[in-house]
C-alpha cells in the first residue's frame, strides 16, 4: 500500500536525522568511553547496536512494502544517455 509523499518525505526525516543523532553520540559517547573506561566496552556498544538493527530488520521485513521490478534501470538508462548524447544517431534508430 502506497501511502503518498507525505508519508514518504516524513519516512526519510526521520531517517536523516537518526542518521546524524547516531553520528554524534559515536563520535561523543563511545569515543569517551572507550577513552576512560574501556576500550571493549566503548566497542560492544556499537556492536550492540548493529545487532540489534539486525534483528529490528528480519523482524520488520515482512512489513516492508515491495513492487516487483519492471524494465531493466540499466538500458533505460543507456537509452537516456544515446539520447542526450548522441542526438543523429537516436534519431535514425527511431526512425527505423
Do not use: E
Request: glycine share 6%.
Amino acid at each position: 500500500m502506497d501511502l503518498g509523499r507525505h508519508a514518504s518525505r516524513r519516512f526519510f526525516n526521520w531517517f536523516y536525522w537518526s542518521i546524524n543523532v547516531g553520528a554524534v553520540l559515536s563520535l561523543l559517547v563511545v569515543a569517551f568511553i572507550q577513552q576512560n573506561i574501556s576500550f571493549l566496552v566503548g566497542y560492544s556498544i556499537p556492536v550492540g547496536c548493529v545487532g540489534l538493527a539486525f534483528f529490528v530488520f528480519l523482524f520488520a521485513s515482512p512489513f516492508f512494502v515491495t513492487k516487483p521490478p519492471t524494465g531493466s534501470q540499466v538500458s533505460s538508462m543507456l537509452k537516456l544517455a544515446l539520447q542526450n548524447c548522441c542526438h543523429r544517431v537516436w534519431r535514425q534508430h527511431s526512425t527505423r
